[in-house]
């Protein structure tokens, strides 16, 4: 993870947040990923442990032994993926917050995009590839539009994916982060929120993740009512 300098609007940190339960088999290619970008401002990424029963936290405490960006944060309480993220969110200083998945991986110069975006937009979403990491057969049943067009969520406000998404850390704590009580959805609740509050969402297309669809047909279905699809 290269850091250097850049014409932003303000000199400010970037923490990527990452919540993971039992993500021992997939974490270690989205950090491999992040660890090999450049980036204009300071970055530190947080992988925050929801409970997991595999070797999820052993696996990010050896890249935080080599790479002091990286660190865990433990939610032990495995309460959600909104509860982790907020518990993330709430153990920096940043002042621009992104989040991607555990199970995905963020194509390069994501965090330049990224970025370059925050600098000029308060929330920030990209597309999703989806040919990388899933089956032909799969990517062709569930369509590929929601992955390559900004997403609005029952044609009422513009939605951005929790996979894929940045915001100012203002904007965030202003309306309150993700609501816990939700099970899922929580990002498209969380976009309804920003939108209500006057938030632009702005779509980067340079800011992609390749995304990896739930290995089983109910996984699969169960992650299309996340998405609202």
Known sequence: MVQGSDDLAAPTKLAVVIAARD?????GEQLDALAAQDAPVPVEVIVV?????????????????????????????????????????????ARWLAFCDADDIVAQGWLAA????????????????????????????????????PNRFLDVFPAASSCNMALHRA?????????????????????MRLWQAGVELHFEPEAVVHYRYRPSLAAVFAQSRRFGA
Do not use: I, Y
């Open 23 to 27: 993500a021992a088999g997939t974490l």
């Open 49 to 93: 442990d929801n409970g997991s029963t595999d070797a999820t936290a052993e696996l990010v405490h050896a890249r935080a032994a080599a790479d002091p960006r990286v660190r865990l944060v433990s939610a032990p309480e495995g309460r959600g993926a909104g509860h982790a993220r907020n518990a993330g969110v709430a153990s920096t200083d």
């Open 114 to 149: 990224m970025t370059r975006a925050l600098a000029h937009h308060e929330l920030v979403a990209g597309p999703l590839e989806l040919d990388r990491l899933n089956p032909e057969w799969l990517v062709e049943s569930r369509g590929r539009s929601f992955a390559t067009e």
């Open 171 to 191: 904007r965030f704590d202003e309306v309150g982060g993700f609501d816990e009580s939700f099970l899922a959805g929580q990002d498209l609740e969380l976009s």
